[in-house]
């Protein structure tokens, strides 16, 4: 296990597509899935894509706990997603705050589709299929587009909503970051 370094914004790398993943049992997988894990945890972070690590393969992880500090922020279950498919729901657009390990000190308003469904597989390779609203389906959406190169300040309409956390929410503990 190890805490892997994430990539920052301007590093070509976040900005290619990723590959699926063709081997399940592969036990190099399992391996990425722990430095995953690891590195997430260690930077606090809400989720955490494949290529922030420099890894081009398309696995995603996420998850929030539900945490008083964040009081609006849902719970979102721990969750491995491999090759995932993302359809919206409907028409109705959100904006809110966000934030990226490979952005780090900064916050964006993003525009997300308020329900998403997702489909993929989890780290044994069984299916996953999910219709979620929110800053469920936000977390998921930021964390697939990892997986497209595109990165959160690339879907801010007004660059004016974009800037410094501690400016932006000054005397905050910012620290939750996907
Ligand atoms: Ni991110």
Redesign the pocket.
Known sequence: MAVRQVLRMGDARLLERAQPVLDFGAPGLQELLIDMRDTMAALQ?A???AP?IGVGLQVVIFGVERNLRYPEAEAVPETVLINPVLTSLDDEIDEAW??????PGMRGLVPRHRHVRYRGFDAEGKPIDRSVSGFHARVVQ??V??LFGV??PMRIRDLRQFGFSEVLFPGRDVTL??
């Open positions: 972070g989720g955490l894509a922030q966000e934030g990226c390990l490979s952005v930021h964390e587009d990892h990165l959160y970051d996907d």
